[in-house]
Structures are given as C-alpha cells and as structure tokens.
C-alpha cells in the first residue's frame, strides 16, 4: 500500500518562508507526477504545483514566481519551497502522487498525503 508522508507545515508571518517534503512509500513500481495541493476553508481544492518523472513542472498562477517544486526521484519524495507568503496562502497542503503500484495486475492510481497545515499570519 503507497503511503505518502507529509511534513515542513507550520505558522509564519507575512513575507516568510517554509519548506513542504512528501516522501512516497510502498509498493511503488514508479511514480509518474508528485504535486501539491492546497485547501483553504470554504473553497475547493486546488492545484498548487505539479512535478512529471522527467521534470516538467507547472504552477498555479496564484504562486508562480514565489514557490519553487523539486523532486529526488530516488527517495520518492517531493519539496515545495514557499517565500514571499501571503494570507492567502494559509491552507491544508496535501501531497499527492500518480504512481503505477506493485498490485496485481500493475494499477495506475491516485493517492493523497494527509495533509499539512500551513497558516500565513499578516
């Protein structure tokens, strides 16, 4: 069973900066996106940054330019750097990871980190 481990959430002020990790774990034949999403309450949630296994990456409109996403294919884990945060920024951060498991037969599925709280304070 793939589990993905979040950490690095927390309180910062206005123009600070944290550091999202996700390490993927378990019955991984290989993963073929890792991203972020974020959120926020009474919203839906949303796409914050995405990393395909050869490194194309997208961002949301909303952080592009402040957030930078990286990914060590070896350790199965996924960073989101995050500077310059703004109030709207504060959110539940789930990891999430398309990832071609070890079942029987080979299975395609998506799977979510529990999330990780990240609060912006203005």
């Known amino acids: 069973q793939v589990q993905l481990v979040e950490s690095g959430g927390g309180l910062v002020q206005a123009g600070g900066s944290l550091r999202l990790s996700c390490a993927a774990s378990?019955?991984?034949?290989?993963?073929?996106?890792m991203g972020w999403y974020r959120q926020a309450p009474g919203k839906q949630r949303e796409l914050v940054a995405r990393?395909?296994?050869?490194?194309?990456?997208n961002y949301a409109d909303s952080v592009k330019g402040r957030s930078t996403i990286s990914r060590d294919n070896a350790k199965n884990t996924v960073y989101l750097q995050m500077n310059s945060l703004k109030s709207e920024d504060t959110a539940v951060y789930y990891c999430?990871?398309?990832?071609?498991?070890?079942?029987?037969?080979?299975?395609?599925?998506?799977?979510w980190g529990q999330g990780t709280q990240v609060t912006v304070s203005s």
């Open positions: 990393i395909t296994g050869d490194g194309t990456i």
């Open positions: 999430n990871a398309d990832v071609l498991d070890r079942s029987w037969p080979p299975t395609r599925r998506d799977y």
């Open positions: 378990g019955g991984i034949i290989t993963i073929i996106v």
